[in-house]
C-alpha cells in the first residue's frame, strides 16, 4: 500500500486532462507551476503562503484543487515521516495532512511548513495514544459459594458471638473427642 503513489496518480491525471476547468483563475493555471511555487517556500514564504491560500480558497469549490495542495505537500511530510513507518501509518499522515489543510487558520506566514507540521504531529499524537504502556494483567472477580460469606461473616474481629451458638459449638466439638 502506497498512498504516495494513488495521490501521484490522480495528480498526473490532472495534469494530463487537458479540457478540465483551470483551478486557479488569471495566469499561474499550470499545475506544475503552482507546485513548484508551493514547494519553493524557503526562504521567502510569501509566494507559497499566496498559492496555498488561494488554492484552499478553490477547493471549497473545486476538489482537484485540494489534491493540488496535497500533492504539493506530501514530499515534505514524507521526509519527515520515518522510512521504517508502514503503509498504514504513512496513509494516515496523508489524511491527517487533507485535515490540517481543511482546518487551519490561514493567516501567519510559513503557511506550507505549518500544515506539514501540523499533521505531523497529529498523527505522531494518535500512534503514541494506540500504544499500551506497561504490562496488561487481566483480571476477573469470581463470586464467592454463599456458605464461605457466612463463615467469614461469623467470624470478624470484634462482632460479639452469641452465647448460644458458641456453647452449641462446643457441644459439638467435645461430642466428637
Do not use: K
Not at 473545486?62 to 520515518?82: F, K, M
Not at 500512534?127 to 469470581?142: E, P, Q, S
Request: charged letters at 25%; one cysteine or more.
Amino acid at each position: 500500500m502506497n498512498p504516495y503513489r494513488d495521490l501521484d496518480d490522480a495528480y498526473q491525471r490532472l495534469a494530463g486532462h487537458r479540457h478540465r476547468r483551470p483551478i486557479l483563475s488569471g495566469p499561474g493555471g499550470d499545475l506544475d507551476g503552482i507546485v513548484a511555487t508551493i514547494r519553493g517556500y524557503t526562504p521567502d514564504s510569501g509566494p507559497s503562503d499566496q498559492t496555498l491560500r488561494s488554492l484552499i480558497g478553490a477547493g471549497r469549490t473545486n476538489p482537484d484543487a485540494l489534491t493540488v495542495v496535497l500533492y504539493a505537500l506530501a514530499p515534505e511530510l514524507r521526509g519527515r515521516l520515518s522510512r521504517t513507518a508502514t503503509g498504514e501509518y504513512h496513509a494516515d499522515a496523508l489524511g491527517d495532512l487533507a485535515l490540517v489543510v481543511l482546518d487551519s487558520d490561514l493567516d501567519r506566514p510559513g503557511l506550507a511548513h505549518r500544515l506539514v507540521n501540523g499533521a505531523h504531529n497529529r498523527v505522531w499524537r494518535n500512534a503514541r495514544r494506540v500504544h499500551t504502556r506497561g504490562v496488561l494483567n487481566i483480571t476477573t472477580t469470581a463470586p464467592c459459594p454463599p456458605d464461605r460469606l457466612a463463615r467469614l461473616h461469623d467470624h470478624r474481629p470484634g462482632v460479639a458471638v452469641d452465647v448460644a451458638d458458641a456453647v452449641a459449638n462446643r457441644v459439638d466439638l467435645e461430642r466428637f473427642q
